[in-house]
């Protein structure tokens, strides 16, 4: 199957201004990017952009946990503690593994509506994750939640990897250890250990929140950079540390800095603010060298699944709360929506519009008031400033429809809101 994109704005995270032109899509990948007034080649499916459609690469949700779809709502305007040990922890002991896969399965509708072809799952039955995600054809990058010493959950991490890693070029699998604070750190350099022999990834929660210091300080007598040394994770091929607000980005610029080169930071702006965890440092870290993905945590805490808000979050807060409008540059805020994200889960050809790469789109009408004005120039600003998960006309992954103009063509949307209705009104019971 064939697909030609005629006559669009193509943009993504490494280009200084959008191309306009035509892109043609065959078994999955980009056969060619080509300019406006080239050639046209035959395709089965053309899409007619009249210059009014955008091309960007797929959106990556660089960390989530789908299934809390089920949770939204709950324990709202509460500190991240109390939220987690009052609400959310009460409410996951009913989980059961068909509960999860109807959650996931309506995250996921939420997220392919608005242009997201990839997500980092970190949670609980992961095969449930793993078949919803291939059921419908996107990618994943999932792990096991750990906490505390659980050798059985441990074991149950390590043979989802054996069953889904690299399934249909869809599933990449990592270790997930929860945070600091729930897995000890003996048991961490365990789980590093294994990681590292079969080399695997890792996503771990990392100074989410300003009380994680005094927990470094008072319970584990370290500091986070001895934490980050001792414990192994920096030699890791791959290393996602979701949130990071409360890591100094001095850490990676000092005189005895720390080699970040082999880890993510995923970035979560909406659910920071929502939980009053404060603002992580983007452009700092960034000016270090360290690579930042943008996530949108789970939908009990954001709550939204929607990646067009977290771009515009996230370039906002970097310009007010450090006073730059220099900060947070729309290029930059791009490339860790789709690239950068892709990258960390192990997905290496993916999140840029380059010959021979994925065929992971999000298709974009350029008809509404807010894009007059929109051309190839600044397209990058529109999008990040002004654009809106409403403007999303398509979502592809890997050269197939997830979601068009509506319609989920691998989904079915009435049955799964009714089954994920059914399933909220359990929990609550």
């Given at each position: 199957?064939?697909?030609?994109?005629k006559?669009?704005?193509?943009?993504?995270g490494?280009?200084?201004?959008?191309?306009?032109?035509?892109?043609l899509?065959?078994n999955?990948?980009?056969e060619?990017?080509l300019?406006k007034?080239?050639?046209?080649?035959?395709?089965d499916?053309?899409?007619e952009?009249n210059?009014?459609?955008?091309?960007?690469?797929?959106?990556v949700n660089?960390?989530?946990h789908?299934?809390?779809s089920?949770?939204?709502?709950l324990?709202?305007?509460?500190?991240?503690?109390?939220?987690?040990k009052?609400?959310?922890w009460p409410?996951?002991?009913?989980?059961?593994?068909?509960?999860?896969r109807?959650?996931?399965?309506?995250?996921l509708?939420?997220?392919?509506?608005?242009g997201t072809?990839?997500?980092?799952d970190?949670?609980?039955?992961?095969?449930q994750?793993a078949e919803a995600?291939?059921?419908?054809?996107?990618?994943?990058?999932?792990?096991?939640?750990l906490?505390g010493?659980d050798?059985?959950?441990?074991?149950?991490?390590?043979?989802l990897?054996e069953?889904w890693?690299g399934?249909?070029?869809?599933?990449?699998v990592?270790?997930?250890?929860?945070?600091?604070?729930t897995?000890p750190?003996?048991?961490?350099?365990?789980?590093v250990?294994?990681?590292?022999?079969?080399?695997m990834?890792l996503h771990?929660?990392l100074?989410?929140?300003e009380?994680?210091?005094?927990?470094?300080k008072d319970?584990?007598k370290?500091s986070p950079?001895?934490?980050?040394?001792?414990?192994?994770i920096?030699?890791l091929?791959r290393?996602i540390?979701a949130?990071?607000?409360?890591?100094?980005?001095?850490?990676?610029l000092g005189?005895?800095?720390i080699?970040?080169?082999n880890?993510?930071?995923?970035?979560?702006?909406?659910?920071?603010l929502?939980l009053a965890s404060g603002i992580?440092?983007?452009?700092?870290?960034?000016?270090?060298?360290?690579?930042?993905?943008?996530?949108?945590d789970?939908?009990?805490?954001?709550n939204?699944l929607?990646?067009?808000q977290?771009?515009?979050?996230?370039?906002?807060?970097?310009?007010?709360?450090?006073?730059?409008p220099?900060?947070?540059?729309?290029?930059d805020?791009?490339?860790?929506?789709?690239?950068?994200?892709?990258?960390?889960?192990?997905f290496?050809?993916?999140?840029?519009l380059r010959?021979?790469?994925a065929?992971?789109?999000?298709?974009?009408?350029?008809?509404?008031?807010?894009?007059?004005?929109?051309?190839?120039?600044?397209?990058?600003c529109?999008?990040?400033y002004?654009?809106?998960?409403?403007?999303?006309?398509g979502?592809?992954?890997?050269?197939?429809?997830?979601?068009?103009?509506?319609?989920y063509?691998?989904?079915?949307?009435?049955?799964?809101?009714?089954?994920a209705?059914?399933a909220?009104?359990?929990?609550l019971?």
């Amino acid at each position: 199957m064939s697909t030609l994109f005629k006559d669009v704005l193509v943009l993504d995270g490494g280009m200084e201004r959008a191309l306009s032109g035509h892109i043609l899509v065959s078994n999955g990948r980009i056969e060619s990017v080509l300019e406006k007034g080239s050639p046209l080649p035959q395709a089965d499916e053309t899409i007619e952009g009249n210059g009014r459609k955008a091309v960007l690469p797929g959106f990556v949700n660089g960390h989530t946990h789908a299934a809390m779809s089920l949770l939204r709502g709950l324990g709202e305007e509460l500190p991240l503690m109390e939220w987690l040990k009052e609400k959310i922890w009460p409410i996951e002991a009913k989980l059961t593994p068909q509960i999860i896969r109807v959650g996931t399965e309506l995250a996921l509708l939420e997220m392919a509506r608005t242009g997201t072809t990839c997500f980092a799952d970190m949670y609980f039955e992961m095969d449930q994750v793993a078949e919803a995600a291939v059921a419908m054809g996107i990618r994943a990058g999932l792990c096991r939640g750990l906490i505390g010493n659980d050798d059985k959950r441990l074991e149950e991490g390590l043979a989802l990897a054996e069953k889904w890693h690299g399934r249909e070029g869809l599933i990449t699998v990592q270790l997930g250890p929860h945070a600091p604070y729930t897995v000890p750190f003996d048991y961490l350099q365990k789980i590093v250990a294994i990681a590292n022999g079969k080399n695997m990834g890792l996503h771990i929660h990392l100074l989410e929140t300003e009380w994680e210091l005094g927990y470094f300080k008072d319970e584990l007598k370290m500091s986070p950079e001895d934490w980050l040394k001792d414990s192994g994770i920096l030699e890791l091929s791959r290393v996602i540390l979701a949130h990071g607000v409360w890591m100094n980005p001095e850490w990676a610029l000092g005189t005895n800095k720390i080699d970040f080169s082999n880890v993510t930071i995923a970035h979560n702006p909406g659910s920071n603010l929502k939980l009053a965890s404060g603002i992580f440092a983007v452009d700092k870290w960034l000016d270090a060298g360290v690579a930042v993905s943008l996530g949108t945590d789970g939908a009990s805490s954001n709550n939204r699944l929607d990646m067009w808000q977290e771009m515009r979050c996230a370039a906002l807060t970097q310009k007010g709360v450090y006073r730059d409008p220099l900060l947070g540059k729309a290029s930059d805020i791009l490339r860790m929506a789709t690239y950068e994200g892709a990258l960390s889960l192990g997905f290496t050809d993916k999140g840029m519009l380059r010959e021979g790469w994925a065929a992971d789109f999000v298709l974009v009408g350029l008809d509404a008031p807010h894009y007059v004005g929109a051309d190839e120039e600044n397209l990058s600003c529109f999008i990040v400033y002004a654009g809106s998960s409403e403007d999303v006309e398509g979502t592809m992954t890997a050269g197939k429809w997830i979601y068009k103009n509506g319609i989920y063509p691998t989904s079915d949307k009435a049955g799964i809101i009714e089954s994920a209705r059914a399933a909220r009104k359990k929990l609550l019971e």
